[in-house]
């Protein structure tokens, strides 16, 4: 075989396995972890989280309840035990989940028992959803470090996920497509001004 044709034969197959070595970098440089919040409202969450440096999506869902496939209207009438929570998926390398829960406990006031402002029920709840025992871990430690910020002690419930129901299609970007809404205005705009974040 000539040296020409050993240089297309090589060529050829270095061309045909570029797509497997490009579609392999892909999916194992992805980075991707996830983050499970209650703290209110998820409208108001949500918003705050978008905002964060190294987040990738922020999902409002509902979680922690004995329903299966819980709708808004069940939930908000408080006999799921689902609390309104947000999934998070972000990036570990740009964003830790301590800085996470940094902006948790700044977010929302965790010394109240299932209420948050002028929300009321257990769907308000102060709530961390841990999905592996290292979170567990972080988000206990967290919790103390954080409670010299409060007069009053923190309420928030940390126990594992069982299960996340994403919320509907119309609760998605809630604020982002809803900035002129009473409770945008009066609730939310208002606290991404306080926390810097508007």
Same mark, same amino acid.
């Given at each position: 075989?000539?040296?020409?044709?050993?240089?297309?034969?090589?060529?050829?197959?270095?061309?045909?396995?570029?797509?497997?070595?490009?579609?392999?970098?892909?999916?194992?440089?992805?980075?991707?972890?996830?983050?499970?919040?209650?703290?209110?409202?998820?409208?108001?969450?949500?918003?705050?989280?978008?905002?964060?440096?190294?987040?990738?999506?922020?999902?409002?869902?509902?979680?922690?309840?004995?329903?299966?496939?819980? +709708?808004?209207? *069940?939930?908000? /009438?408080?006999?799921?035990?689902?609390?309104? !929570?947000? #999934? =998070?998926?972000?990036?570990?390398?740009?964003?830790?989940?301590?800085?996470?829960?940094?902006?948790?406990?700044?977010?929302?006031?965790?010394?109240?028992?299932?209420?948050?402002?002028?929300?009321?029920?257990?769907?308000?709840?102060?709530?961390?959803?841990?999905?592996?025992?290292?979170?567990?871990?972080?988000?206990? +430690?967290?919790? *103390?470090?954080? /409670?010299?910020?409060?007069?009053?002690?923190? !309420?928030? #419930? =940390?126990?594992?996920?069982?299960?996340?129901?994403?919320?509907?299609?119309?609760?998605?970007?809630?604020?982002?497509?809803?900035?002129?809404?009473?409770?945008?205005?009066?609730?939310?705009?208002?606290?991404?001004?306080?926390?810097?974040?508007?």
């Amino acid at each position: 075989m000539s040296s020409y044709k050993i240089f297309l034969l090589v060529s050829s197959i270095f061309i045909s396995i570029i797509p497997t070595m490009l579609a392999t970098e892909t999916t194992t440089t992805k980075n991707e972890e996830k983050a499970y919040l209650g703290g209110g409202c998820f409208w108001c969450m949500e918003a705050l989280f978008q905002k964060l440096p190294g987040v990738i999506s922020v999902k409002p869902g509902y979680a922690g309840g004995s329903m299966k496939d819980p +709708t808004y209207e *069940k939930v908000c /009438q408080g006999e799921t035990g689902h609390a309104e !929570v947000i #999934e =998070i998926i972000y990036d570990p390398q740009k964003i830790s989940y301590n800085q996470l829960l940094d902006l948790f406990w700044r977010a929302h006031d965790p010394t109240t028992w299932n209420q948050q402002g002028a929300d009321l029920g257990p769907q308000y709840r102060s709530v961390i959803f841990t999905i592996s025992p290292e979170q567990h871990r972080l988000a206990e +430690t967290s919790k *103390k470090d954080a /409670q010299e910020y409060f007069n009053k002690p923190i !309420v928030t #419930e =940390i126990k594992p996920l069982s299960h996340f129901y994403p919320a509907e299609k119309y609760h998605q970007n809630y604020y982002q497509n809803n900035r002129n809404a009473p409770y945008c205005r009066a609730v939310i705009a208002p606290k991404l001004k306080k926390l810097h974040m508007d």
